[in-house]
């Protein structure tokens, strides 16, 4: 159930989850419960829903009663519990609102999850994505959109990346957040990275795949790292890549060729280099 609400200023409190609180305060806002993060669009918001995530509220263009938005607020009005707040109003009001456009005039707030253990995340995977230190919010969103497109099984990220439900990353990843698994290694105070991660996954099975630009290092199309049964991608952060300590740690260091005298990709560009090629071909 869902009631509508008209609004044109910004002093209801609950709006402040949209125009005022950054995605730190989202993820503390709760505190000690589950913190919130922004699903924006009504494809990235359906995706949420049907991974069973909880919405708070929803700020939404007024035109969206005639569009997209009619089939979300369908499928709200079927979920059980207390009605949700939407609020709605002119699309020129909520660029005021919240200082930019909304893409597909829909915001959804929406709760977290507790995350899974990485053993329940990479159980019967056979291709995962590792991402070190990516920080940039739209490069974590494209190598989602690239892992759940070309084969990968899950995700794993070490503290320092960027939080894959940022509301720029879940929109650029056009809600394939939500449809991989994905958790992050350790925690702040116990990073877990590199060897302890790497001895976890060495133990749940996989040969770990440094990418990285070495003079030792093997094709991407090389025969015997395609036949690994679980293989680990680990890419590292943009500019500076894979730390030595990682790259050291792995099974394999894998270059992609280049031509042109370019010597890298974008990560996120390599990224979809190497899942398509790397990817399970059983």
Known sequence: MYYITDTDHMEDPELQIYTKLSETQLYHCREPHKGLFIAESPKVIERALNAGYKPVSMLMDRQQMKGEGTEIL????????????????????????????????????????????????????????????VV???????????????????????????????????????????????????????????QPGIDKLRGLGFMTAAMA??????????????????LAVILGTEGDGLAEETIAACDYTVMIPMFHGVDSLNVAAASAVAFWELRNRR
């Not at 899950?154 to 990843?173: F, K, Q």
């Not at 630009?213 to 679980?230: Q, T, Y």
Request: net charge neutral; hydrophobic share 40%; aromatic share 6%.
């Open 213 to 230: 630009l070495k003079k030792d290092s093997v094709s991407i199309s090389d025969p015997g790292l395609l036949a690994e049964p679980r």
């Open 136 to 194: 940039n919010p739209t490069n974590v969103g494209a190598i989602f959109r690239s892992a759940a497109a070309l084969g990968m099984d899950a995700v794993l990220l070490t503290h320092g990346c960027a939080d894959p439900l940022y509301r720029r990353a879940v929109r650029v990843s056009m809600g394939t957040v939500f449809q991989i698994p994905w958790t992050f290694l350790g925690n702040r105070r116990a990073p877990g990275w590199p």
């Open 74 to 133: 369908e499928r709200i009005g079927t979920l059980e519990g207390d009605p949700l707040p939407v609020y709605m109003a002119e699309e020129t009001v909520l660029r005021n609102l919240t200082g930019f456009p909304l893409t597909r005039g829909c915001l959804c707030a929406m709760e977290r999850k507790e995350l899974p253990s990485v053993e329940e995340t990479v159980r019967g995977a056979s291709r995962i994505c590792i991402m070190e230190e």
